[in-house]
């Protein structure tokens, strides 16, 4: 029987990273294939690029046995290949009828107007299909998120889609809408559709995949039936890089103050109750998958959310932190993953990007700015940490991934913040400047000051980190020491809610 | 003028290419200036110049408190309304309540201030967006324009020296030669203040941050709330100056004036270069505008060319100079 997709040889790169390489998949009709992996291991690319929304460098991509181009969204509907996104694409403001055929709505009177019943009908026919009760007629924006991913399948559905890809359809599902989730996902299987179903969560994965194929570094790892391959056996295939790397020399912080104490605090289902401290010196390290948690509790502590409730105390006094301004008066500065939207003002110079967070200090009378000594300190970290450009006065954007993150560093050394959050530090930087980054977080600790450190790259928080918190869907599901194996963490990684009582808190001693 | 040309724009960081736009809309503002003296000689007079000067004081001011908010990403369409408030408060203090000029002047500017905390406050505090807040600043200001002064024009004839502030001139009482009335003195030295502010102090840099990127801002532990409302504020105290100029040279605050003026305003701003979405901008740019505007009313008026055609040819500019600003960013 031949394969329903077949994607061979696959090759795509961005800008500076090679994002798939020789990569390989092939999906049955009637089955659900999970296709798993790290973050960035290229399982999105991949599925992007059958749903005609990359082009592949190279490789090809054969339906029903033949080869074919898949050119844009568009052209991938018409072959029967729908795609669920993470983040939902519906309209709010329509129904769930109108949103379905958004594009397509049936006419009457010879084209100038709208069938309005004749839409809602065919709706109501694909939901009776699916065995959905609801009105084609509800306004989308009023549905639950569940309901919404049902409105998107059935629109895929719509277009006679015999492929269906699902990025983390469970992300945002309580167990019961997980569950009407997966009877329909049955039926459709046994109407012969193929499900390529990307997920990070094992539990899921158990119950409702056929078939796992494992990608890592972009690269295609391997394909297990999914029933009777070991949970470890597949955490090892999606982790399984050779050890390589550098492991920290942990210095004894036993007698070290305890700088920052976060107790209890929570956010929503967002963050539930988490509580660490980190010592002078020390570099925590935060791991845990996409979602879990670890960039709101760094947001939730610096004041950039507002946190339902739990205390943060600096050298054991509490500090009421509401806003940022707080957090940065107590000591604490963070640097976001994402730093052109919260870190940078791009358009502004490097002298002006690195003074930002200390300008007050800057000003004279009658709230003059003393350029000179703004100046020299720019060019002093410019200088410290080898900022590449060619003067303080360089735009921001014009510089690299690697010389704009250090830009933000300089910011918070200017400000002499003793708590330093890093979220995602070496996201978009290629890989000479990923080392120079480990470094200057390595000098910071030496120096006394307390770092965090949030990566979704595993290699990454074992090299840098002293100890590892890990976190799983808003908790803090445990604290490990330097030596912990990347096994380890993923197990604590995809502990769910349930399988553990109580999360871990504190310190491991 | 050139102290305010040498204050580069350092802080927008788009030095390069703000000053190619600048010199776009210098260029365009010599050759109007050109081909209407070819066109006509009574173009070039002294007095038709010292008219147009004249007549870019009102707009120019205006349109310098809007470069203001328009950097930090916001609009302030009740400039136009709060120059009319303005000069209505100066005509209760001086020709109701008798009070004397200084204190009328005073009125005036704080009445502005006051205006623009109030809108800086509904955009930062309670996050209305700015085109909102000012729309309802603009018909609130309007409103109370009429209202507190009877729907009737107030004469300054009881405050002999208050005509003097526009139409008299401190240049010509020293060189009888160059009799530049104080409004466009007051124009040049607006412009050269709000410069310096926006050059060389904290409130100006954080008025380009802010327009760049709020975010990144708020999050370097910066209060954005305290100086966005500045910045409105000072706006709104700029719009006071404005509101004693016209008044001044109406001699009389005109309750039913104002409406509209804050479009010519942004048109200014938008001519000179100055980025609606905000982080870059500048107030030589502005004044170009503000000139432009002003040069094409005039040179057309003596042209015989009928006010319709006018407005007509102001907003193709307006489109033109937005395009060629949109073109020079796309190649970079």
């Known amino acids: 029987m031949t394969a329903l997709v077949s994607m061979k040889g696959i090759e795509k790169s961005f800008p500076g990273v090679r994002a798939l390489h020789n990569a390989q998949f092939d999906l049955r009709s009637g089955e659900v294939h999970a296709l798993m992996g790290e973050n960035g291991a290229g399982k999105s690319t991949m599925m992007k690029i059958l749903a005609g929304i990359y082009h592949r460098d190279g490789g090809e991509v054969l339906l029903d046995g033949k080869p074919v181009e898949i050119n844009s969204p568009r052209q991938a509907q018409d072959l029967g290949i729908g795609i669920i996104h993470q983040e939902l694409n519906l309209m709010p403001h329509l129904t769930a009828a109108q949103n379905i055929f958004i594009g397509r709505e049936p006419r009457k009177a010879g084209g100038f107007l709208l069938d309005e019943a004749k839409l809602n009908a065919e709706a109501a ?207 604490i500065g963070y640097l976001s993953e994402d730093r052109k939207h ?75 913040c003793e708590v330093l959050i890093f979220d995602e530090p070496t996201r978009g930087i290629d890989v000479g400047a990923k080392n120079e980054i480990y470094k200057l977080l390595n000098a910071l600790a030496e120096q006394g000051r307390a770092i965090i450190v949030i990566s979704s790259e595993l290699p990454e928080v074992l090299r840098l980190s002293h100890r590892i918190a890990v976190m799983c869907e808003g908790r803090l599901t445990g604290i490990l020491p330097a030596g912990a194996s990347q096994e380890e963490i993923m197990h604590l990684a995809t502990r769910r809610g349930g399988e553990n009582d109580k999360p871990a808190k504190g310190e491991v001693k | 003028m050139s102290a305010i040309a040498s204050a580069t724009n350092v802080a927008s960081g788009a030095r390069f290419s703000g000053a190619q736009h600048r010199l776009l809309a210098f260029a365009s503002l010599i050759a109007l200036v050109a081909v209407f003296s070819l066109a006509s000689p009574n173009f070039m007079q002294t007095s038709n110049i010292i008219a147009i000067l004249q007549a870019t004081s009102v707009n120019g001011v205006l349109a310098i408190a809007a470069t203001l908010v328009i950097i930090t990403g916001g609009i302030d369409l009740s400039v136009g309304t709060l120059m009319t408030f303005c000069a209505v408060i100066a005509g209760v203090v001086l020709t109701f309540w008798g009070m004397p000029l200084g204190l009328g002047v005073l009125a005036a500017v704080l009445a502005g201030a006051c205006s623009g905390t109030l809108s800086g406050s509904f955009v930062a505090k309670l996050k209305i967006p700015p085109f909102i807040a000012t729309l309802g600043m603009m018909l609130i200001l309007k409103g109370l324009s009429l209202v507190i002064s009877g729907t009737r024009p107030i004469y300054f004839n009881s405050t002999p020296g208050f005509t003097q502030i526009s ?122 505008g503000a000139l432009i505007i002003s040069v094409l009313a005039n040179g057309l008026r003596i042209l015989s060319v009928a006010q319709e055609w006018q407005t007509v040819v102001t907003g193709s500019i307006i489109i033109l100079a937005v395009y060629t600003d949109i073109l020079r960013r796309r190649r970079l």
């Not at chain 1, 450009?389 to 933000?408: A, C, F, H, M, Y």
């Not at chain 2, 020293?174 to 607006?190: D, E, H, K, S, T």
């Open chain 1, 125 to 331: 026919e694909i939901f009776a299909s699916m065995h959905l009760k609801l009105d084609p007629r509800t306004l989308v924006g009023g549905l639950t998120i569940a309901r919404q991913q049902m409105v998107e399948i059935a629109k895929a559905l719509s277009y006679r889609s015999r492929v269906l890809i699902m990025d983390e359809p469970t992300a945002a599902l309580n167990d019961a809408e997980i569950n009407e989730l997966f009877a329909i996902i049955a039926r459709l299987k046994a109407e012969g559709v193929g499900i390529v179903y990307i997920s990070h969560k094992m539990d899921e994965l158990k119950r409702i995949a056929d078939r796992v194929t494992v990608m890592r570094d972009g690269e295609y790892i391997g394909s297990v039936p999914a029933g009777e391959t070991p949970v470890e056996k597949i955490i090892a295939m999606m982790v399984g890089r050779a050890l390589t790397d550098e492991r920290p020399v942990v210095p004894d912080h036993s007698n070290s103050d305890i700088v920052l104490e976060v107790r209890n605090i929570s956010r929503g289902s967002e963050i539930r109750d988490v509580s660490f401290s980190v010592r002078k010196g020390e570099i925590l390290g935060f791991a845990g998958l996409m979602g879990a948690g670890r960039t709101e509790v760094a947001r939730a502590i610096f004041g950039a959310d507002r946190r339902d409730g739990g205390d943060i105390l600096m050298h054991g006094r509490m500090v009421d932190i509401r806003k940022p301004e707080d957090a940065v008066r107590a000591g």
């Open chain 1, 342 to 416: 919260f870190g940078l003002a791009v358009g502004m110079d490097v002298r002006n990007n690195i003074a930002l967070a200390s300008l007050s200090r800057f000003t004279g009378p009658g709230g003059l700015l003393k350029e000179p000594a703004m100046q020299q300190a720019a060019v002093h970290y410019v200088d410290q940490l080898t900022i590449k450009t060619p003067s303080d006065r360089q735009e921001v954007r014009l510089l690299s991934g690697g010389n704009q993150q250090k830009i933000v560093i300089a910011k918070w050394l200017l400000r002499d």
């Open chain 2, 167 to 288: 139409q008299g001139s401190l240049i010509g009482s020293v060189f009888p030669a160059l009799p530049i009335p104080n409004g466009v003195l007051i124009l040049f030295l607006v412009a050269i203040a709000a410069s310096f502010i926006l050059e060389r102090t904290i409130l100006g840099r954080f008025t380009f941050a802010l327009g760049s990127n709020e975010e990144a801002v708020r999050l370097s532990g910066v209060n954005t709330d305290r100086w966005k409302i500045a910045v409105y504020a000072l706006a709104g105290s700029i719009c006071g100056i404005a509101g004693l100029l016209i008044a001044s040279r109406l001699n009389s605050a005109q309750p039913a004036l104002g409406q509209g003026y804050e479009l010519d305003a942004i048109a200014a701003v938008v001519i000179g270069g100055t980025s609606l979405s905000g982080g870059r901008g500048t107030i030589i740019g502005t004044l170009i």
